[in-house]
C-alpha cells in the first residue's frame, strides 16, 4: 500500500523525455557555463585570443571524453522502459559526478586564480557540454 502512494508521486516519464531532459541539461549547462567564463574576460585584446584558445580546448575534450560519455549515456537511456522516474536520466555515479564538478566549481571560484584563467576553464568546459549535447539532440530526434 505504501509502494502505490509513493509510485503516484513518482515523476515517470518516456525515453523520448529522458532524452530531450539529457540534452537539455547539457546545453544548457553548457550555455551557462561559457556565458559564466566570458563575464570573467577583461575586455583587451587577449579576450579574442582566451575565446579561442577555450574553443578548441573545449572541442579536444569534446571529442576524445564527452562524446563517449555522452554517447553512454544515451544508451543508457534508450534501455529504460517507458515510465522511469525522471531521475534516472542520470546514474547515481553521474549525478555525484555532476554534484563534484559543481563542487570543484565553487572552489575554482573562489579561488585566488587571475580571471583570464577563470575565463579560460569556464569558457572550455561550457563549450565542450555545448559542443557534445549534439548528440543528445541527435538521439531525441530520432526517437520523438
Given amino acids: 500500500m505504501a509502494n502505490s502512494f509513493l509510485l503516484r508521486f513518482k515523476p515517470g516519464v518516456k525515453r523520448k523525455v529522458h532524452l530531450a531532459v539529457a540534452a537539455m541539461l547539457w546545453t544548457f549547462m553548457g550555455v551557462f557555463l561559457f556565458y ?8 583587451g585584446h587577449s579576450s579574442y585570443l582566451i575565446i579561442i584558445l577555450a574553443i578548441i580546448s573545449g ?37 555525484g ?28 568546459i561550457g563549450w565542450s557540454l555545448f559542443f557534445s549535447s549534439r548528440y543528445g539532440w541527435r538521439a531525441w530526434l530520432q526517437n520523438r
Fill in 97 to 124: 559526478l555532476v554534484f563534484c564538478m559543481a563542487f570543484m566549481g565553487i572552489l575554482l571560484r573562489m579561488s585566488l586564480l587571475p580571471s583570464s584563467y577563470l575565463a579560460f576553464f569556464c569558457c572550455t
Fill in 59 to 95: 572541442s579536444l575534450k569534446s571529442y576524445l571524453i564527452l562524446d563517449r560519455a555522452a554517447r553512454r549515456s544515451i544508451q543508457r537511456i534508450l534501455l529504460l522502459n517507458d515510465g522511469t522516474c525522471l531521475g534516472a536520466v542520470y546514474s547515481w555515479k553521474t549525478w
Fill in 36 to 43: 559564466r567564463g566570458m563575464s570573467y574576460i577583461e575586455k
